[in-house]
């Protein structure tokens, strides 16, 4: 059993009142919370070990570059890459994504190849390929998904062909919650050549990721939304693949030298790290996967898991409320409206309670065309929310109904 108490005692932010209601947090999608273990080594980095990484031989510099290179090995753990150069610190998931699009655009796309993406995309898993598509005269092809949500990998394998190179796909429906079956999807591309990125944002913090397994050849997500801080995020990929694509961005700490003539490139994993990163942003991830381990993921899966269908029952029990996302495997989200009331409506009432969900179309406007709506409200958990919260916002909804219902 886990302890959830003491979990949520490590979470500062927690510990307060919004509009004098103690604060339920149920926007974990956008982004979650910080434990203090990460508060800390922020801190403890700019008040005892901050220099720039890769840079100088003096203590301080070796220090901040061990620290990080560290946490490069934590996150290679994590997801259980096979090597360290497979990761690429980035400054999120939308940052990754471009990185792939540009690089193994610029490689391996030609006019007339095709890219795939699902109808479900996160804004940031669409825009990129749309680019890249436009760019090399490419073609963006879509798996639909059915009436509730769900891909149809019928459709999938009718639209893969010889000229698909890419399948850019969400491991979780960021809008709807929906755990998509990427492991069929990895494999029905590789039957024939295509590359598969898998953007893990909404799973990295629910689910236990290895690579290997998978044999996905590219998986990004962003720190802040597995309780490390903003502006850092991972790209993983297939040393090999990585090897042959150029660089994304040049400049400083991305080379080997440099001469007006000639330049030559770093090899993995720097050279696609140009530039100063957020080197402590990438510690702060590293500490918040240590949060994570010590808690362990399939406890917090199961967790989550039993949250999200404690919340999904009670939901389902309100008259005149639509769940958008009908699907047995989903993890830690849930979007919904109630009839003939605005989503901002439904969320500003819920806020005046203290409780903090997300309203409107979730960067997944195509989402929400699919389901004919503008947008939806979506409760998101956290290792940190309990029963007795998702209680909470039921009594919420019951008051927004019965002031505009
Ligand atoms: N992909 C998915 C599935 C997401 O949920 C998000 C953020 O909500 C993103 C990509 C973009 O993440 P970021 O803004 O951290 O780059």
């Not at 927690?14 to 004098?20: A, D, F, G, S």
């Not at 109808?119 to 798996?143: D, G, R």
């Not at 409780?355 to 979730?362: D, E, K, L, Q």
């Amino acid at each position: 059993m886990l302890e959830i108490d003491k979990i949520r005692n490590n979470f500062p932010i927690l510990n307060q009142t919004v509009n004098n209601k103690p604060l339920i947090y149920l926007d974990n999608g956008a982004t979650t919370q910080k434990p203090k273990q990460v508060i800390e080594i922020i801190e403890k980095m700019y008040s005892e070990y901050n220099s720039n990484i890769h840079r100088g031989v003096h203590f301080l510099s070796n220090k901040s570059t061990e620290i990080y290179e560290n946490a490069r090995n934590i996150v290679k753990d994590f997801i259980n890459a096979e090597k360290r150069e497979e990761i690429i610190f980035t400054k999120g998931t939308t940052d990754a994504i471009n990185l792939v699009a540009f690089s193994f655009g610029e490689k391996f796309i030609h006019e007339n190849d095709e890219i795939i993406v699902a109808e479900t995309e996160h804004h940031s898993n669409i825009v990129p390929w749309q680019m890249l598509c436009e760019s090399k005269k490419a073609v963006l092809k879509v798996i639909s998904a059915d009436k509730n949500g769900e891909l149809q990998l019928d459709e999938y394998k009718k639209i893969l062909n010889k000229n698909t190179k890419m399948v850019a796909v969400a491991h979780v429906a960021n809008s709807i919650g929906i755990i998509n079956p990427i492991q069929e999807i990895i494999d029905e591309a590789h039957k024939i050549g295509a590359k598969v990125l898998i953007d893990g944002a909404q799973s990295i913090q629910h689910k236990n990721i290895d690579v290997q397994e998978l044999n996905c050849d590219f998986f990004v997500f962003s720190g802040h939304k597995m309780y490390a801080e903003t502006g850092i995020g991972v790209l993983y990929g297939k040393k090999g693949l990585l090897e042959e694509m150029p660089p994304y961005q040049g400049g400083g700490d991305m080379i080997k030298s440099v001469s007006f003539e000639k330049t030559e490139f770093a090899g993995l994993p720097l050279k696609f790290e140009a530039g100063t990163s957020n080197y402590v942003a990438a510690i702060s991830m590293g500490e918040a996967i240590n949060f994570i381990n010590s808690v362990g993921i399939e406890n917090i899966e199961k967790y989550e898991t039993e949250l999200l269908k404690y919340a999904e029952e009670k939901l389902s029990s309100i008259d005149g409320l639509t769940i958008y996302g009908k699907s047995k495997h989903k993890t830690s989200a849930i979007s919904f409206l109630l009839n003939g009331i605005h989503h901002y409506d439904t969320g500003m009432i819920i806020d005046k309670l203290g409780i903090a969900v997300r309203t409107g179309a979730h960067c997944a406007e195509p989402t929400m065309k699919h389901f004919g709506i503008t947008g939806t409200v979506r409760a998101s958990f956290a290792i940190y929310n309990t029963k007795e919260e998702v209680d909470k916002l039921i009594e919420g909804i019951n008051k927004v109904k019965m002031m505009l219902g």
